[in-house]
């Protein structure tokens, strides 16, 4: 079992910066491979970012990419998403989460892909 929990969203302008964290509980975490989502209201949830077991792979939506980027230290157990140049269309919660796959065997802009989920935090972007 792994638990998460996000933190660093809140309210900025756009063209500003915002990192988010997430911190997961249990030993395994160097296990799991972790990505984050976002979700806006009426919307479905969609892929932002995912990083590998090792830290040494990354992957990015097209609409982030070159603007955010993800990171995890094992040894703290926690991922990070750096978030540049914010756009209002950005506005979402933003949700982290763990799977244990790794490899050809996993997709990580599915989140079907995942195992566990975090509760989510909030950034909005004003114009």
């Known amino acids: 079992q792994v638990q998460l929990v996000e933190s660093g969203g809140g309210l900025v302008q756009a063209g500003g910066s915002l990192r988010l964290s997430c911190a997961a509980s249990g030993r395994t975490f160097n296990r799991y491979s972790m990505g984050w989502f976002r979700q806006a209201p009426g919307k479905e949830r969609e892929f932002v970012a995912a990083i590998n077991w090792s830290g040494g792979t990354t992957y990015y939506a097209d609409s982030v990419k070159g603007r955010f980027t993800m990171s995890r230290d094992n040894a703290k157990n926690s991922v990070y998403l750096q978030m540049n140049s914010l756009k209002p269309e950005d506005t979402a919660v933003y949700y982290c989460?763990?799977?244990?796959?790794?490899?050809?065997?996993?997709?990580?802009?599915?989140?079907?892909?995942?195992?566990?989920w975090g509760q989510g935090t909030q950034v909005t972007v004003s114009s």
């Open positions: 989460a763990a799977a244990l796959r790794y490899g050809s065997s996993w997709s990580p802009a599915s989140p079907y892909e995942y195992d566990y």
